[in-house]
């Protein structure tokens, strides 16, 4: 069984409590018709499509109760077949009307399924040479597009099938490339001399699966269930208690991990630790936690990852070293009542041994070597030896369940990366708190948005924003090769020139060529889902090019790209006799790897976060037998709201009379090609793994220069956030700055590279003091803040460097900022560090509380100042930097910092698409930026949304939240969709709550506030935009007179 539309704990047990399940009168003969279906058949039986149809196939669907079908003829223009071989109906009389129809397409409104069919036994996930028509997996990706729009959206579901391997393709699944469901029918009925897949659940239990494929696949699971109030058809039941259980496994799972698995975890690191201080400093709690963390994101990418059979867990040679027969052990311990040794360590000792075997492989015991950073050694992880008491338990509490008091094991196989990643994000706002006695709790964040969990976003919203966005660059490319396909179709050179010209604009080839980033990243639940959608799309390229052309037999240069990383997989694992099963390195899983190791880019300002949101990657585009993608190259750990521009550097230092070392733009260059050449490399095996780290490490080496003077320019500003300087740095108030310079001490970037200077001569003894003073400091912010500086993290993103505006930027700029106040909360900070002085029951309390830590010298009014001076100077800085000239006034919210930031990372040309509040379209202090948006046609779509269905839970029901979808600075949309008061994401697609507005219609409505004008229908809208059109505004504001343009007079009655 492979896909996950279904969960496997629902077709295993769940599927069993359904009235399907105990009512089937007809099932026993259904049964018995199978197997004379396949009786005659055998492993080794080659028999054609036509044929496979005929005698297989379509009895089958027959014995499934379709009886009314249509099978399908029509040829496209190419001479090949074009549309699905058939078209399943509900009933006789929706097939009557079909046939009714007097053009072919019309006939897909009345149908309920398509089908598409191939040879016995024909791989679906893979080209094969004798078959023209492609990869059939990619096939029915293209044809579930093209009926969704031709049927008007009524046929949802898809069959996919040669013969033995029966695919079911749901139109509306998080990836239909990913997500669907497959049966092994040739195993489930029992045919003896087929080969079974390791691991297969049909060949463990062919009966109940059996019975699991006539359930989902005969005809009255389509449609509406008579038992169900809600008439839902029997697949939505099997989705909605698939998310039901999804929901509360994951909801109790974050509960056992945040009140129980990571304070347990934690006090027993510190508490183990031979090197522990005696006085436990903050730095060495936070490495504590960090310690922490890594273990738990370890322990998830191989609960996972054997959950999803990605690791050789049916393999008995690793089966014995696995992490599953630990768990099965602990818990079989704990079952009979045995209690864990307080000293000995033979749990972690064991599994120390198998992290090391999962990062460098070990050909013994067929496993690959899957690092990537994960796995690297851990100082604190190795000295530290925990007793099994404590581990055990921990390890438990991760595999098991407690319901219906008994303990059930956790099926990490149905959980998905984003729901582990936002359990798994929750804990970053956690942190270690120090009492008496080295004592240890573990706090969250109570006020924080992260540290309630409202920061995962919803993957509706997730899902709407990545369509929006990537859909106008995707229809660009499919276009362009359009054209040129048909202006070489009237070329007079061979056809072999005219194809080769023609791979240059190949749609999927340059999909690949995008750039896409989330600045504020989180756990990577964006970029996650950003795989998932690109991948389908460009798995429907290849099939859509090859249709499209039909002057020649066309195949995108992707396809042998594919094939060529496969093999190298293969070889590569046979060489090492690692255990590989062929039908897990599928086009999809190798497309999902070239997508993450070259168009996706991330920042987030956590390092932990970071370390996730790489974890997420990984266990998402796992491909077996291929190491861990190297990601270091486009996942950074950074502000992505304060850096500098090398160009804007460069003009502040010739004005100051100081000069820009001219190699460091050269330095950028070859950073830059290496760069290109680690995102070419496809980490097939490890030795290009190891290419790829030493290439970045070679890119850091050589940029760090360059990056520690961008560091020490930003941090000028914290120092002095008004008024960076004037020439010469005269006026600005640190005295070593100066004499910096002035150039007699050595070049500005080798001195700050050095981060010292030398005294020369005993009159320089102050300057010189003063010089190093000044870089101390701008070292120590440099490290707490975490600046990003956007070409020197990126450098093939950008170019021409040396202008104060360089070119370049990201396609597509994609996130769900944080919305977050850019001030510190006393009594939020306070409540998270020391509870006792957030609890104060007045302000003239809780200061002399404050005051008395600054008295007793406690390192916590340090940690206090630096956080308050932090923000402070964060919000003077974002004000005087020039960066957010439209946003960053008042109290600043950072998702506003984010929009601006957003468009100045875009490409003119490219697409930004945001969560943030309705605030940016509706509130007076962004006004100004929101209508050089509407006013300039750049403005794609905006859905404003009330968190009635509780979208962000620990956020108020009456709070409003918008997709932002709009263009770079020269990108222009000649409408823009709106709808308002929605409470889910279909109901934008609403007739009459969905309108459309043009830029004409933006700046006629509400023109002197900028804003955006709010409809709750499309009627309310039409009618508003007409008045607009029609008759003038009362007044006119926006010149500095005011335009009274009616002849009528304001009083009040009463004052």
Same mark, same amino acid.
């Given at each position: ?260 698995? !990571?304070? /347990? ?8 630790? *031979? %090197? $522990? =201080?005696?006085?436990?400093?903050? @730095?060495? #709690? ?88 994960? !796995?690297? /050694? ?8 925990? *007793? %099994? $008491? =404590?581990?055990?338990?921990?390890? @438990?509490? #991760? ?111 340059? #999909? ?544």
């Amino acid at each position: 069984m492979q896909g996950k539309l279904f969960t496997q704990t629902f077709l295993e047990q769940g599927i069993t409590q359904t009235e399907a399940w105990q009512n089937q009168p007809e099932y026993a003969q259904f049964v018995e018709t199978l197997k004379s279906i396949f009786a005659n058949l055998s492993a080794n039986s080659t028999i054609n499509e036509a044929t496979t149809e005929s005698e297989i196939i379509w009895k089958v669907l027959e014995a499934l109760d379709w009886h009314d079908t249509l099978p399908q003829q029509t040829a496209s223009l190419s001479g090949r077949y074009d549309v699905p071989d058939g078209l399943l109906f509900p009933d006789a009389v929706a097939k009557t009307a079909a046939l009714a129809e007097t053009k072919d397409e019309l006939r897909y409104r009345h149908g309920l399924v398509i089908l598409e069919s191939k040879r016995w036994q024909r791989a679906l996930d893979r080209d094969d040479k004798t078959d023209t028509l492609g990869t059939p997996s990619t096939q029915m990706l293209r044809y579930l597009s093209r009926v969704e729009v031709i049927s008007e959206r009524r046929i949802q579901w898809g069959i996919l099938t040669n013969g033995r391997h029966w695919r079911l393709y749901w139109q509306l699944a998080r990836s239909r490339s990913e997500d669907f469901l497959e049966i092994d029918l040739a195993v489930a009925v029992g045919m003896a001399d087929i080969k079974v897949a390791p691991g297969s659940v049909e060949a463990e239990n062919p009966a109940h699966f059996l019975k699991v494929f006539y359930l989902l696949f005969q005809r009255s699971a389509f449609l509406p269930q008579a038992v169900d109030p809600s008439q839902r058809c029997f697949h939505q039941i099997a989705l909605d208690e698939g998310r039901h259980w999804q929901t509360i496994v994951s909801q109790d799972l974050g509960d056992v991990v945040f009140t129980q698995v !990571f304070p /347990t975890l934690v006090k027993a690191l510190v508490q183990h630790d *031979p %090197d $522990a =201080p005696k006085s436990l400093t903050l @730095d060495y #709690l936070e490495t504590v936690r960090r310690a922490g963390l890594t273990l738990l994101y370890r322990l998830l990418f191989l609960f996972y990852a054997e959950d999803r059979n990605l690791l050789p867990i049916h393999e008995i040679r690793y089966a014995h070293y696995a992490l599953r027969k630990i768990r099965h052990d602990i818990a079989q311990f704990i079952d009979d009542g045995e209690e864990f040794s307080a000293k000995a360590r033979g749990y972690y000792q064991n599994l120390q041994e198998f992290f090391r075997a999962i990062a460098q492989g070990d050909a013994s015991i067929g496993l690959p070597p899957y690092n990537g950073g994960l !796995f690297d /050694t851990h100082p604190l992880l190795e000295r530290t030896l925990l *007793p %099994d $008491a =404590p581990f055990a338990i921990l390890i @438990d509490k #991760l595999s098991r369940r407690t319901e219906n008091e008994q303990r059930q094991w956790i099926n990490y196989h149905d959980l998905t990366v984003q729901q582990l990643g936002s359990i798994y994000e929750r804990l970053l706002e956690f942190v270690v708190v120090s009492h008496e006695a080295h004592e240890i709790t573990i706090q969250p964040n109570i006020y924080a948005r992260k540290g309630s969990g409202s920061y995962y976003t919803h993957d509706e919203l997730v899902k709407l924003v990545v369509t929006e966005t990537l859909e106008p660059l995707i229809e660009e490319r499919v276009a362009i090769f359009r054209d040129e396909m048909e202006r070489l179709a009237h070329e007079r050179t061979t056809k072999s020139k005219r194809l080769q010209q023609l791979e240059a604009c190949d749609p999927a080839s340059r #999909l690949l060529d995008l750039k896409i980033c989330d600045p504020a990243m989180g756990s990577g639940h964006f970029l996650v889902s950003l795989v998932d959608y690109l991948a389908d799309q460009i798995l429907e390229q290849i099939a859509n090019a090859e249709t499209l052309v039909n002057w020649a037999t066309y195949q995108s240069p992707l396809i042998q790209r594919i094939e060529n990383i496969r093999q190298q997989i293969l070889t590569s694992a046979q060489s090492q006799k690692w255990t590989i099963a062929r039908h897990q390195l599928d086009d999809r899983q190798i497309v999902r790897r070239m997508i993450l190791k070259r168009v996706i880019y991330g920042v987030d300002k956590n390092p932990m976060a970071v370390e996730l949101a790489k974890v997420a990657l990984w266990l998402h585009t796992f491909t077996v037998g291929a190491p861990l993608s190297f990601l270091d190259h486009h996942l950074c750990c950074g502000d992505s709201l304060f850096g500098e521009w090398v160009g804007i550097v460069s003009k502040d230092l010739h004005q100051m009379g100081a000069l820009f070392m001219q190699n460091a733009l050269a330095g950028m260059s070859a950073a830059t090609a290496m760069m290109n050449e680690i995102s070419e490399l496809s980490d097939a095996d490890i030795a290009e793994v190891t290419q790829s780290k030493s290439l970045f490490e070679t890119v850091a080496e050589t940029l760090k220069p360059l990056h520690q003077l961008l560091d020490f320019w930003h941090t000028l500003r914290w120092l002095s956030p008004q008024k960076l300087f004037n020439q010469k740095g005269k006026h600005f108030p640190h005295p070593g700055l100066a004499p910096l310079l002035s150039g007699r001490f050595g070049d500005v970037m080798t001195v700050v590279s050095k981060g010292q200077v030398r005294e020369n001569k005993p009159k320089d003894n102050k300057e010189v003091a003063a010089i190093n003073d000044l870089l101390a400091q701008t070292r120590a912010i440099a490290k707490r803040e975490r600046f990003c500086h956007w070409e020197v993290a990126f450098p093939t993103v950008w170019k021409h460097l040396e202008r104060s505006q360089s070119l370049g930027g990201f396609d597509i700029v994609i996130s769900n900022p944080p919305w977050e106040r850019l001030k510190l909360q006393e009594i939020e900070w306070f409540a998270l560090h020391k509870p006792e002085i957030a609890q104060a029951p007045r302000a003239a309390n809780r200061k002399k509380l404050i005051a008395k830590l600054q008295q007793n010298g406690d390192a916590l009014w340090n940690a206090y100042t630096e956080a308050k001076t932090s923000a402070e100077t964060a919000a003077k800085v974002a004000r005087t930097c020039g960066e957010y000239p439209q946003l960053s006034g008042g109290d600043i919210n950072l998702y506003a910092l984010f929009v601006e930031r957003a468009q100045r990372l875009a490409v003119p040309h490219g697409v930004i698409g945001l969560v943030t509040p309705s605030g940016i379209a509706s509130d007076k202090g962004t006004s100004g930026f929101f209508k050089s948006v509407t006013t300039t046609g750049r403005l794609k779509t905006l859905f404003d949304f009330e968190n009635k269905k509780v979208f962000f839970p620990d956020v108020h029901a009456s709070f409003k939240f918008c997709t932002f979808i709009f263009g770079g600075r020269k990108r222009q949309f000649t409408e823009t969709k709106c709808a308002f008061f929605l409470h889910a994401a279909n109901e934008r697609n609403d007739p009459e709550r969905l309108f459309t507005l043009n830029a004409t219609d933006l700046a006629a409505v509400n023109p002197n506030t900028g804003t955006l004008p709010i409809f709750r229908s499309k009627r309310d809208a039409e009618i508003t935009t007409r008045i607009y059109q029609q008759f003038p505004i009362l007044v006119d504001r926006r010149t500095d007179e005011p335009k009274f343009l009616w002849a009528l007079r304001y009083v009040t009655m009463f004052h």
